[in-house]
Structures are given as structure tokens and as C-alpha cells.
């Protein structure tokens, strides 16, 4: 059974840095054929896209909330995604999920409807 597990989340201040991390277990030995994406959930609000990238690397996607201070990259070899957020705002908080995605330059979705345990992320002062 597929099981992504993420981690990395934290309390952190306005302007400050994390970088998240989503791991494959089970029986995915497939993962570096496969997009990644990251979601946020708000609290109260439904999940997000924020990033995705295929599953070569070489075509990367983000949100609007994401550009300019979001990177994401992937380890196929670690069967690892990282999500490197920078110049982090109260907005950015909630929980990060990373899932099977569909994507592409302008736009990304998940694949399925289910979500592992997330990282949470808080950026408070």
C-alpha cells in the first residue's frame, strides 16, 4: 500500500525558512515515475495546491502563494520530495500534504482524494 509520510513542518517566525520533506513507503517502488505535488490546508479550509513536479524534475509548478518563495525538488534515488519554503507568512499556516499529482506548468491537481498524516506548519510571532 502506497504511503507518502511528510515531515519538517515547525513553528517558525514571520520571514523565516523550512523545508519540508515527503517520503514513499510501502510498496511504491515506482515513485520516480510518478508527479509529486504538495498541498496546504488552512485551518477551516479545504486542501491546496502549492507546488507539484514531474517525475523526472523537470517540470515544476506553483501557486501564485508559492512563487518567487517556494522551491521544490525530488530525490528519486531517496524516493524523496522536498518543498523548500521561504520568506514564510502567517498565511502559509496550516497543514502540508504531499500526494500523487497531475501536473503541469500551469496547473496542478491531486490524484486521489486521500491525504497521509501532513506536516504542520505554524508561522507566528
Known amino acids: 500500500q502506497l504511503q507518502f509520510v511528510e515531515s519538517g513542518g515547525g513553528l517558525v517566525q514571520p520571514g523565516g525558512s523550512l523545508r519540508l520533506s515527503c517520503s514513499a513507503s510501502?510498496?511504491?517502488?515506482?515513485?520516480?515515475?510518478?508527479?509529486i505535488g504538495w498541498f496546504h490546508q488552512a485551518p477551516g479550509k479545504e486542501h491546496e495546491g502549492v507546488s507539484c513536479i514531474s517525475s523526472n524534475g523537470i517540470i515544476t509548478y506553483y501557486a501564485d502563494s508559492g512563487k518567487g518563495r517556494f522551491t521544490i525538488s525530488r530525490d528519486n534515488a531517496k524516493n524523496t520530495v522536498y518543498l523548500q519554503m521561504n520568506s514564510l507568512n502567517p498565511e502559509d499556516t496550516g497543514v502540508y500534504y504531499c500526494?500523487?499529482?497531475?501536473?503541469?506548468?500551469?496547473?496542478?491537481?491531486?490524484?486521489?482524494?486521500?491525504w497521509g498524516q501532513g506536516t504542520q506548519v505554524t508561522v507566528s510571532s
Open positions: 500526494a500523487l499529482a497531475s501536473c503541469s506548468v500551469h496547473t496542478m491537481a491531486a490524484q486521489f482524494d486521500s
Open positions: 510501502g510498496f511504491f517502488t515506482f515513485f520516480k515515475d510518478y508527479a
